[in-house]
């Protein structure tokens, strides 16, 4: 302090950081994931105008390292791991966001992506993964470790928002620094309940540890329901919707033949719907009811046009270059002379800070091409053949019970992908490749819980 240095103080927990890294690998992964909900973003807290969220993300990038220091001398993780169709096809999308940041608009920007893309996948799926694998028992831990401090997060915000008379204005920006606006906070919300909500299903439970579980998922219902966050209820509805549909028997080609033929209709009847939904005044409110309702309407509310407009500038940006697109990373620095005048909002804005395409499919599209729309769909069709055949293949039903809600989380996360995209930030990052690697590890081992002797470290 009285060299003005006050990073100084943290050597020792980065220190102790590293001895962890080669000694209790396991344990410094569930503090990683514990600390991910609580991080918190230099650059938005305007410190030294940095865009990294501590005490994660120079954790990943140490574990980026390990990675590649353990790749020297042979597999870094478990080998099935690596060799399962999936690792293909995200090693796939990382050798196309590679060289479509190569021919970025803005290469810094572009590698910046790739970079935090690389560590999140490292930390979240690879190692966590290898964790699963050898390690059981941290498979629901993991859930926990991020849930029980999202609930403090939770009630954090509640508090703020209850000094607010819960209005929903004040319902965007009361979860900060935690969590940059309601949305990203909403989608995390919608991820962590169907797992949580499996978790109550668990039989080897104590009573006790059930009336726990029972007021975690009071906090997270509570903490969605005043997020106002009309894409996280969506989500949910979706992801019930879905699992209605598989306890009745219904087959996943069954569901994708359903939905091509909704969304040839939707298609060929959108200029009526759109007549239909131009009908709906309704903007957002304070009122639940109504803030439903305001879900479809696109004649008034600024949130959902601004939206549109966003989508209609990642076309143009598509349409310029379809092949190797922008550049990970960079649609908001390029979307603003895309913008029609008729799309424009009374929130549209020309400069950086005004986000991205709020889209997982569009914005990926529009930054590195064709080809990024595929692999963004591809992790789609990845996870709802896991789903549907871990439902079978899973004879445990505690395992079978908890397979079920990381599918439905991570399918929620899809459905919000619609609307929405944070995969660019560890909240929602540790999450998605997170159950990934549960889903990977069931999908690999069944639901054995022998836990096999060999050391993380």
Known sequence: MYAEFPWLALLPLALAGVWMAFTRLDVLLL????????????????????????????????????????????????ARLLRHPFTYWVAGSLVW??????????????????TARLWFMVGFLFFLGHLFLHQPERRHQFILAYAIPLCIV??????????????????????????????SYGAVLAMVIPPVLALLTWRRFSAFMKAVLLGVLGILVTGIIFSYTRAAWVSLAAAAA?????????RLKTILGIAFLLLGFLWVAQDALLIQLQRNEQDSSDDLAEHVESISNVSSDASNLERLNRW?????????????????????????PFQRSEDRTIIS???????????????????????????????LGFCLHL??????????????????????GLMTYFVHGVLNNYLDTDKASALFWGFFALLLVWNIVGDSEDSEEESLT
């Open 387 to 408: 789903g549907f055949r871990l439902q079978s293949q899973l004879a445990n039903p505690d395992q079978r019970n908890l397979a079920m809600g990381v599918f439905l």
């Open 154 to 183: 939770v009630i954090y915000t509640m508090i703020r928002h209850a000094g607010f008379g819960f209005e929903k204005d004040a319902g965007h920006w009361v979860m900060k620094p935690f969590y940059k606006d309601h949305t």
């Open 312 to 336: 209609n500038s990642a076309l143009a940006l598509f349409q310029e270059r379809p092949f190797q697109g922008w550049g990970p990373g960079t649609y908001q620095f390029v979307y603003a």
């Open 31 to 78: 503090l990683l994931v514990a600390a991910v909900p609580l991080s918190l973003n230099l650059e938005e807290m305007e410190v030294a105008g940095l865009g990294v969220y501590l005490p994660t993300e120079p954790i990943l990038a140490g574990l980026l390292l390990l990675f590649i220091l353990r790749a020297m001398r042979g597999f870094p993780v478990d």
């Open 97 to 114: 966001l590679l060289l479509t940041s190569i021919v970025s608009e803005f290469p810094v920007v572009s590698f910046k992506f790739l």
């Open 242 to 250: 879905l699992f209605g549909a598989m306890k009745v028997g219904f």
């Open 349 to 379: 804005t020309n400069n950086a800070d005004g986000g991205n395409a709020h889209s997982e499919y569009l914005g990926p599209m529009a930054e590195q091409g064709v080809l990024g729309l595929v692999f963004a769909l591809g992790l």
